[in-house]
């Protein structure tokens, strides 16, 4: 089983930042996949960020040059740290993660609790 805590969340002002953490504890699985997304009120949850265990990164437009997403393998952490924060950046974000069960690769998705960001202006 794969557990996911995230932390860092809270209030900044516009031209703020924050970073979030996710952090992935358990065992028998090998993470491939870890992802930021947000649910701001009455909109549908999108991706943020995300990235792969090799590295490659992808970003919403709205986030391009403001958001960085990065990863400690050896802790099976990743990161979100968001810079010059906008009001329109207020959301639930959530951590996302693939990975496989071991020895049989089965492909598991997990979600984490969600951790607050409000950007007031």
């Known amino acids: 089983q794969v557990q996911l805590v995230e932390s860092g969340g809270g209030l900044v002002q516009a031209g703020g930042s924050l970073r979030l953490s996710c952090a992935a504890s358990?065992?028998?699985?090998?993470?491939?996949?870890m992802d930021w997304y947000r649910q701001a009120p009455g909109k549908q949850r999108e991706l943020v960020a995300a990235?792969?265990?090799?590295?490659?990164?992808n970003y919403a437009d709205s986030v391009k040059g403001r958001f960085t997403i990065s990863r400690d393998n050896a802790k099976n952490a990743v990161y979100l740290q968001m810079d010059s924060l906008k009001p329109e950046d207020t959301a639930v974000y959530f951590c996302?993660?693939?990975?496989?069960?071991?020895?049989?690769?089965?492909?598991?998705?997990?979600w984490g609790q969600g951790t607050l960001v409000t950007v007031s202006s």
């Open positions: 990235q792969t265990s090799i590295g490659i990164r």
């Open positions: 996302n993660v693939g990975a496989l069960v071991v020895p049989d690769n089965k492909a598991l998705e997990v």
């Open positions: 358990g065992s028998g699985f090998s993470i491939y996949r």
